[in-house]
C-alpha cells in the first residue's frame, strides 16, 4: 500500500492510494463545507447544490453527466453532511480518469439553468417528503435540533420546504464563492490509480481556482430539551442525546469505546438487556456521532407506545450502572472490535477514499495505521468507565420520541433519574 | 483466484474461493429455504426460526454467541428471503474456523427455549411494525401479494402479528425438518481462507446429517390486481409489476438488460423523464427480481398525492415506447453496467461469498465469470425491444398505491393504457 498526499499551492489537495490486484478504483471529491456552513435563510442550499451539480455545466448536459460514467459501467453519487459534501464515482482502472474529468466539471462549471433550478426544487421536496415519512430518519432531525437549538448544526440537512422552494441561482453561487475555496477541497482516489496521472489532471483542474474569504464556523453549544410528537404509527421512536466528543477531543476513542459497548453489537449492554432480555424492541443502538468542536452520544430504540417508559428508565439505568460496572472484557472487546473494523473498511477502496478524505480534512495529514490503533489500544478501562460517568453526571439530555405514545418520562424525570 | 467445490455424500455443499491480500474472510451458510417454503399457517417461521437460531444452542448462550464473535472483532448476522436463509460472519483470517463452528452450531443444536421464544416474539413483532411504518417497504409487500395471490410467494417473509404471536418450538422443529436438508445448504467462504482446513471442518459438523423429504415447491402463478390504501402521508408510492423472468430463464439477461435501460441509473429512461426532465420524484426505479421459476419487473416511485395519474400514466407510455425506440446505445451501456458491476463485485469478499452460494444453489456449479460474461454480450438491441413488447402486451398488471393520493389509474385504465 502506498499513501501520498500533494497540495497545491492554493490549497487544493490530492491524496491517492494505490490498491494492488484491484481492477477498480473509488474517486471522488470531499468538500468540507456543508449543513452547517448555511446561516438559517440558507438552510438547505448545500445540499441543493449538491443536486444542481449534477444538473448540467457548460460542457455537459446532466444526460451527458450520467451517461459518460455509466456508458463505462461506472456509477456515480454524491451525499450532503453536516460538515462535508462528497462527490464521488466508482469506474473501471482505464476510467478513472473520465471519472475525475466529470466530477471536477460539475464542481467548477454548474451553470445553474432557470429552468432546472425549478425542476430540482421538485425533486428535493419529494426527498423532503420522503424523509419526513420515515420515522427513524425524522426523530433523529429532531434530536439534533435539541441538542444544537438555533444553530445550524442543529438545522436539517435537506432544509425546510419554504427555503427550498425559494433559492435562486445567486444563492448557489454565494455557497460556493464562500464555501467550496480549493483548501477545502480534497480529491482522494483510490484503488487501481497512479498518483502522479491524477496529480498532473487535479493540476489542469484545480490549481487556478482562487481562495476568498472562507466561512467562519460558529462553535456548536450542546443543549438539553425534548420533542415529544404522538402519532397514530405502528412503533414508537425513541432518541436521546448526550454530550459527547468531537473528533479532535482527546477522549475521542474513549467515546467510541464506551458507545460499542454500551449499544454497539449484540453483545453490548443495551442490545442485551432491552432486546434478548426483554423482546422490547428490534433496532436498538447507541453511537457517537463526532463533529470538529463536539459530539453527540445517541442512543435510539423504536419499541411500542406503552413501553416507552420502560425502554427511557432502561436506558438511563443501564448508563448509569455502566459508569460503574463496564468491565475489563467488555472494553478490550470494543477494541477489537474497532481495529478489526478499521482492518477490513481497509478492504473496500470506496471506505478507503471516504477515509483519506476524511482523515486529510481533518488532520491535513493520513495519520499511520498504528497511530490509530495505539490511540485506540491506549484506551482503558478506567478512561471508558469515566467517560459513562461524565455523560452521566452532566445531567442535560436531549430527547425525541414519536408514535403511539400512552405515556412518557418528561425531560426532569430522565435529567432526575439520570444524576440521583 | 481459485474456487473450489466440494460435496458431501448427503448432499452438503462447500464454495470457497482464495483472494490474496485480503486479511479477512466473510463465511456464511446460505440454506435454500425461505418464506416461499411455508404453507400458510406457517408463514413467517423461516424468519423466525433465523431469529431463534442466535438465541442459544447447547453448546452456548445468545450472549456467548455474539461474544465469541464479537470478542475478535467480527460481526455475525442473518437474512431471510423469499428462497434463501443466510447466516453470515466477517472475521480476521485466524477466525475462520470460529467463525465457521459458531454458525454451524447454530443451526445444527438450536435448543428453543421456550422463554426464549416469548421474548423474540416481541422483538419480532417490533419489526414488523418497523415496517408497516415504513411506505416503500409495505408498498412491496402489498405488490407482491397483487402478483401472487393466495400463494407462498405473495406472502410477507415476517409473516402477519397473529403468526408470530403462536408460533411453538413444534412449530420451528417442523420447518428445520422440512427444509433444512443437508442438500439444501450451502457452506461459502470468501477471502483469506484455506478450502481443504474449511472442507475438513464441515465434515465433522456437517457430514453426518440426515437427508428428510424436503419440501416441494409450488409453481408460483402471477396474476394482475391492485391494492390502494389512501392514508395521509407526505408522499404516494405508486408500484407496478410486470411478469417478468425468473433467474433459470432463458430471457434472464434481456430481462435484466431491459430493466436497466428503462429504470436501472441516472441515465435511464424513468430517471431522465420523471425525474430530471418532470422533477415528479427523488426515488425512482426498476428492477427485474427473480425467483426459481417466475419473476417480476417492478417500477416504483414516491411522488405527491396529486401526481399519481400522471407517473403512472409515464411509466406505461414509457415502456411501451422502448418496445419501439430503444437504442443500441442504452443496450451497450445495460450491457456495460452489467459486466462493470460484476467484475467491482468481485472486489468484495461478502458479495463474492453470497455470490458464489447463490450460484451453487441455482445451478449447482460456480459457472466461469467468461461464461456469464458471454450470456451478457449475447443480448441484442432486438432481444431487449422484444422483451419490452412482450411485457407491454400481456396486458396483465399488478400494483400498489399508497398514500395521500387524490385521483388514481384503476387497474383496467393502466391494462388498457398499456394494449391500447
Not at 441543493?48 to 460542457?59: C, D, P, Q, S, V
Not at 478513472?96 to 445553474?112: S, T, Y
Not at 498532473?200 to 482562487?210: R, V, W, Y
Request: one cysteine or more.
Amino acid at each position: 500500500m502506498s499513501q501520498n498526499l500533494h497540495t497545491f499551492e492554493n490549497g487544493f489537495r490530492v491524496v491517492t492510494e494505490y490498491m494492488p490486484g484491484l481492477e477498480s478504483a473509488s474517486v471522488g471529491i470531499w468538500v468540507n463545507a456543508g449543513g452547517r456552513h448555511e446561516n438559517i435563510k440558507q438552510n438547505g442550499i448545500a445540499h441543493f447544490l449538491e443536486h444542481m451539480a449534477f444538473k448540467g455545466t457548460r460542457n455537459r448536459t446532466a444526460l451527458q453527466i450520467a451517461e459518460e460514467i455509466e456508458d463505462v459501467g461506472g456509477y456515480i453519487n454524491a451525499y450532503t453532511s453536516r460538515e462535508v459534501t462528497a462527490y464521488y464515482a466508482r469506474v473501471l482502472r482505464e476510467d478513472v480518469f473520465r471519472a475525475i474529468d466529470v466530477i471536477g466539471d460539475i464542481l467548477i462549471n454548474p451553470i445553474f439553468d432557470k429552468k432546472d433550478i425549478e425542476v430540482e426544487r421538485g425533486v428535493i421536496l419529494q426527498e423532503i417528503g420522503m424523509s419526513l415519512d420515515t420515522p427513524d430518519d425524522v426523530i433523529f432531525d429532531w434530536l439534533q435540533e435539541q441538542a444544537y437549538p438555533q444553530q445550524a448544526l442543529g438545522r436539517t440537512i435537506l432544509g425546510p420546504a419554504g427555503n427550498v422552494s425559494n433559492f435562486s441561482k445567486d444563492d448557489l453561487s454565494l455557497f460556493i464563492k464562500e464555501n467550496y475555496n480549493p483548501n477545502k477541497l480534497i480529491l482522494s482516489a483510490v484503488g487501481a490509480i497512479d498518483h502522479d496521472k491524477i496529480v498532473k489532471q487535479a493540476e489542469g483542474l484545480f490549481a487556478m481556482l482562487p481562495n476568498a474569504t472562507p466561512f467562519q464556523l460558529v462553535k456548536a453549544k450542546f443543549s438539553n430539551g425534548i420533542k415529544k410528537v404522538v402519532k397514530d404509527l405502528e412503533q414508537a421512536h425513541v432518541a436521546l442525546a448526550l454530550e459527547g466528543s468531537g473528533y479532535l477531543d482527546k477522549d475521542f476513542y474513549a467515546g467510541q469505546t464506551f458507545a460499542s459497548t454500551f449499544g454497539g453489537g449484540m453483545s453490548s449492554r443495551l442490545f442485551q438487556e432491552v432486546r434478548e432480555n426483554r423482546g422490547l424492541c428490534y433496532s436498538i443502538f447507541a453511537q457517537l456521532s463526532s463533529y470538529a468542536d463536539t459530539g453527540l452520544l445517541t442512543i435510539y430504540a423504536g419499541t411500542s407506545g406503552d413501553s416507552v417508559c420502560e425502554l427511557t428508565d432502561i436506558i438511563v439505568d443501564e448508563l448509569k450502572r455502566a459508569s460503574g460496572d463496564l468491565s475489563e472484557s467488555e472494553v478490550a472487546r470494543a477494541r477489537t472490535q474497532m481495529k478489526a473494523g478499521l482492518l477490513m473498511g481497509l478492504e473496500s477502496s470506496s471506505a478507503r477514499a471516504e477515509r483519506l478524505a476524511r482523515l486529510v480534512g481533518i488532520w491535513g495529514r493520513v495519520p499511520p495505521l498504528a497511530e490509530t490503533v495505539e490511540k485506540i489500544d491506549d484506551v482503558n478501562l478506567e478512561q471508558t468507565r469515566a467517560y459513562a460517568e461524565r455523560l452521566a453526571s452532566n445531567g442535560r439530555v436531549a430527547m425525541a420520541t414519536y408514535g403511539p405514545i400512552t405515556e412518557s418520562r418528561s425531560l426532569n424525570d430522565v435529567q432526575k433519574r439520570m444524576t440521583d
